[in-house]
């Protein structure tokens, strides 16, 4: 295991390039962030958590609509079609689903 | 706009996507951290917006206000028990708009070199294999919800082989794809290889064929 990180940390800091290293840290760093804002939730918010995590997820919107121009109109307009379907959807769910919860 | 002010924005986002979930974490706080959600994603959205190319700025408002009529329309009229498997066929949404987002930045490739291109055909082909994976796997998963189909798990008795072998086709599909468009990658001067270089952008068959691999598999 510590082997097997040492040689990709090796390859990578030998042959990435600078972008691929930035993008790098932010993925590691935001996965100890990930692990740990979400370890203590209580269990009666894990399907909203479930909702909420999906709708942030569809930031692959974004992907879409850089792509947009006007060589490629098709496959981005459906990309960011869906993923704005599965945005609003999903935050309007996770909202109907934490007014059940007001006291 | 500046370059410098979007990732600013990007920085901004990400900080609160990363407060929505902390807000979620307990119930006094889960409603701030669902709008701690939302405007986070509304900044993400405008700083791209004004980023973007503006000739087709208005194709892309228009897709996303049919986008967002559709979503309230539907998580509006669902019902309180339906929920889970709402939340599962968004989710696959978000598989299927990864898939188009991995083959539209293949087609739309520029020219890179060296560990550049390994890093790009590397992303492309684990987007679309993952994004693939997700769009069937959430289908299925709203089906299983539904009754559509049992909830028993599917044992055929070679299940495990079965599924070794279709792992290893998506690997042979996703090394295809990194050798075919990237042979520069590992040759130093293009000059020999460049019968290799030619980005037939029209070669859609190997799409398939991953997109079927990772489908199956589900």
Redesign the interface.
């Known amino acids: 295991m510590l082997v097997t990180i040492i040689t990709l940390g090796g390859f990578i800091g030998f042959?990435?390039?600078s972008?691929?290293i930035s993008h790098l840290t932010v993925f590691v760093l935001a996965c100890f962030?990930?692990y740990m804002?979400?370890w203590?939730?209580?269990p009666?918010?894990h399907?909203?958590?479930?909702?909420?995590?999906?709708?942030?997820?569809?930031?692959?919107?974004?992907?879409?609509?850089?792509?947009?121009?006007?060589?490629?109109?098709l496959?981005?307009?459906?990309?960011?079609?869906?993923?704005?379907?599965?945005?609003?959807?999903?935050?309007?769910?996770?909202?109907?689903?934490?007014v059940?919860?007001k006291k | 706009m500046p370059e410098g002010i979007i990732t600013v924005a990007y920085i901004l986002s990400g900080a609160l996507?990363?407060l929505?979930?902390?807000g979620?974490?307990?119930?006094e706080t889960?409603?701030k951290?669902?709008l701690y959600?939302?405007l986070?994603?509304i900044i993400?959205?405008s700083a791209?917006?004004f980023a973007?190319?503006t000739?087709?700025l208005w194709?892309?408002i228009a897709?996303?206000i049919?986008?967002?009529v559709?979503?309230?329309v539907?998580?509006?009229r669902?019902a309180?028990t339906e929920?889970?498997e709402?939340?599962a066929i968004?989710?696959s949404?978000?598989g299927?708009?990864?898939v188009?987002?991995g083959?539209?930045?293949h087609?739309?490739q520029e020219t890179k070199i060296g560990?550049?291109l390994i890093?790009h055909q590397i992303e492309i082909v684990l987007g679309v294999f993952i994004g693939a994976y997700t769009f069937t796997g959430s289908v299925i998963a709203f089906l299983k919800l539904r009754g559509s189909i049992s909830g028993k798990p599917l044992t055929m008795p070679l299940r495990h082989q079965l599924d070794l072998l279709l792992l290893f086709s998506a690997g042979i599909c996703g090394f295809w794809v990194f050798f075919r468009y990237s042979a520069t990658a590992y040759s130093a001067s293009c000059n020999n290889f460049h019968c290799w270089t030619s980005r037939d952008s029209h070669d859609y068959g190997n799409w398939w064929c991953r997109y079927a691999c990772s489908g199956f598999h589900a």
């Open positions: 042959g990435g390039s972008t691929l962030v990930g804002v979400i203590n939730v209580t009666s918010l399907t909203p958590l479930m909702s909420v995590t999906n709708a942030i997820s569809g930031i692959i919107v974004i992907g879409g609509m850089i792509h947009l121009s006007e060589k490629q109109i496959l981005p307009a459906i990309a960011v079609l869906i993923a704005t379907i599965n945005i609003v959807g999903g935050f309007l769910v996770t909202h109907r689903m934490l059940m919860f | 996507f990363i929505s979930l902390r979620l974490s307990h119930q889960a409603r951290g669902n959600g939302i986070g994603m993400a959205i791209t917006l973007g190319n000739n087709t194709i892309l897709v996303m049919t986008g967002g559709i979503g309230l539907v998580a509006r669902v309180m929920m889970p709402l939340v968004l989710h949404f978000v299927a708009s990864a188009l987002v083959i539209v930045s087609l739309e560990s550049e890093i």
